[in-house]
């Protein structure tokens, strides 16, 4: 072959890689018809958020003209994010859009038929009105719609209700909406499995801003792990008075971390039983109720209300977030066991009974 040949042979190889490899989507295209309800309606308002422990807390607002029920919105988002639809006539308020669920199921008591805020990345998605589902709204404000090349959101919404596997992000190794989703269920992961999953994602996907949150909290419960809880452990109580670990250990064998917060449901809920855990087991075990509370007054007043005999602590005042931030909190109730050097014993969001059942095996 001449050395002509062989530049043109590699170029025109060359051009068939390029031109094989997937491109990323840089903008995102929604393009509507509701022509059925074309009268109701003459512009469309749209909200973009996204979620601001995943280093996302812009919230965009737009307004669009809709012609005979037609409407086209221009996007271009650096990671996944949350949209929210409302019809407006004449600027006024007429009704929501709500997006038919692909995932539901018939009689499905965990997953919604339909949701009125979806996930979209930049994709080319087209909306159309479903005439099969009947509104729940009585008042008709409730604009039930089809999708087409909704992917984000299809796997979005799959799993807020089942866990993910490593060959489900191998399927989708670009997807953010796999990798926040991972976020959200990395509790239920060892730091051996978190880690190994991580490593699954492209090398684009790497790069992102979510994926450096979720490694940052991997790498610092590594380090709680295996150095305990008792550096930077340094928290006050109502009163301002400061407590360190060794204070609140309270020459106990074992600590028992409460978080907790005045606004969470299940968390008020649970504290008859930890009282009732607190008579059996307080010889044994100093339990310390950590607050992840933004407001001082708000933490103060439940705290008087729920009179619970054993430490209450916080950063409140001064460090509304340094409960979250040093020990990796985002949801409460969670409840961690360690022993006398701060080590963590058992870690498992929030089960009383199987910290009851440690404790009984080893006394």
């Not at 669920?101 to 080319?124: A, C, L």
């Not at 807020?160 to 997807?175: C, G, L």
């Not at 419960?221 to 609140?248: C, M, P, R």
């Not at 705290?303 to 005042?317: F, Q």
Request: glycine letters at 4%; hydrophobic letters at 35%; a positive charge.
């Amino acid at each position: 072959m001449s050395f002509l040949k062989k530049i043109i042979y590699l170029y025109f190889f060359t051009g068939i890689l390029v031109s094989c490899k997937k491109e990323k989507n840089n903008e995102g295209i929604i393009n509507g018809d509701l022509y059925l309800s074309k009268d109701k309606f003459d512009a469309v308002a749209i909200e973009m958020r996204g979620y601001e422990l995943l280093g996302d807390s812009i919230i965009t607002t737009d307004t669009i003209e809709a012609i005979n029920g037609k409407f086209t919105y221009k996007f271009n988002v650096p990671e996944s994010k949350l949209i929210r639809f409302e019809l407006l006539k004449k600027k006024k308020f007429v009704g929501s859009l709500s997006l038919a669920n692909k995932n539901y199921t018939k009689n499905s008591k965990t997953i919604p038929m339909t949701f009125g805020n979806f996930y979209v990345g930049n994709e080319n998605i087209t909306l159309t009105e479903n005439t099969n589902i009947n509104p729940r709204s009585s008042n008709g404000k409730n604009f039930i719609v089809n999708s087409d090349n909704t992917k984000e959101n299809d796997i979005f919404q799959n799993f807020n209700t089942n866990k993910i596997q490593p060959f489900d992000i191998e399927s989708n190794t670009d997807s953010y909406a796999i990798l926040h989703n991972l976020f959200w269920q990395k509790d239920n992961y060892s730091n051996a499995e978190l880690n190994s999953m991580m490593q699954l994602f492209s090398d684009d996907l790497k790069q992102a801003k979510s994926y450096k949150i979720l490694k940052k909290y991997l790498v610092k419960k590594i380090d709680l792990e295996k150095n305990g809880y008792t550096t930077n452990f340094n928290w006050v109580d109502i009163d301002s008075t400061k407590h360190t670990f060794k204070q609140a250990l309270n020459n106990k064998k074992y600590m028992l971390l409460v978080f907790w917060a005045s606004w969470c449901g299940p968390c008020r809920a649970e504290i008859p039983d930890l009282k009732e855990f607190n008579k059996k087991y307080g010889k044994t075990i100093s339990l310390v109720s950590l607050s992840i509370d933004e407001s001082y007054d708000n933490w103060k007043k439940a705290v008087l209300k729920e009179k619970m005999p054993w430490s209450n602590l916080s950063g409140l005042p001064l460090d509304k977030f340094g409960i979250k931030k040093e020990y990796n909190i985002e949801a409460v109730p969670n409840l961690i066991l360690l022993d006398q050097n701060g080590k963590v014993i058992i870690n498992n969001i929030n089960e009383l009974n199987e910290i009851k059942k440690y404790i009984d095996t080893n006394e």
